[in-house]
């Protein structure tokens, strides 16, 4: 799908028949992904500003949805967990010799 004008690109979209058989278009957020048909997603609410009529967006990493590899920042969001020596990066970074 494209996007209202000025801005320019293709935003994915996932059309979704939910339990209580409404049918909604959500976002799909960060780049590449894994979801097929009959895939089970978990939605939250908040529509993307520059798709009308998109209201919802998936949540990454959670049921058969894929997360976003080598993510580093804003993992949550993106269903990845964190890094190995992460804790050991922080602590040399705030040490003071």
């Known amino acids: 799908m494209s996007p209202k ?3 320019s690109a293709v935003r994915h979209i996932a059309k979704i028949q939910l339990v209580s058989n409404y049918r909604i278009t959500a976002r ?3 780049i590449g992904y894994i979801c097929s048909k009959y ?3 978990l939605i939250h609410g908040g529509r993307a ?3 009308p009529g998109v209201g919802y ?5 959670v049921y058969d949805f894929s997360p976003v590899i080598f ?3 804003r993992r949550s969001i993106y269903g ?3 890094p190995d020596n992460y804790t050991n990066f922080i602590r040399r970074s705030l040490r003071t010799n």
Not at 57 to 61: A, E, M, V
């Open 39 to 41: 895939n089970r997603v």
């Open 5 to 7: 004008k000025p801005n």
């Open 49 to 51: 500003n520059d798709l």
């Open 28 to 30: 799909i957020p960060g």
């Open 71 to 73: 993510k580093k920042h």
């Open 57 to 61: 967006s998936l949540i990454r990493g």
């Open 80 to 82: 990845t967990s964190r």
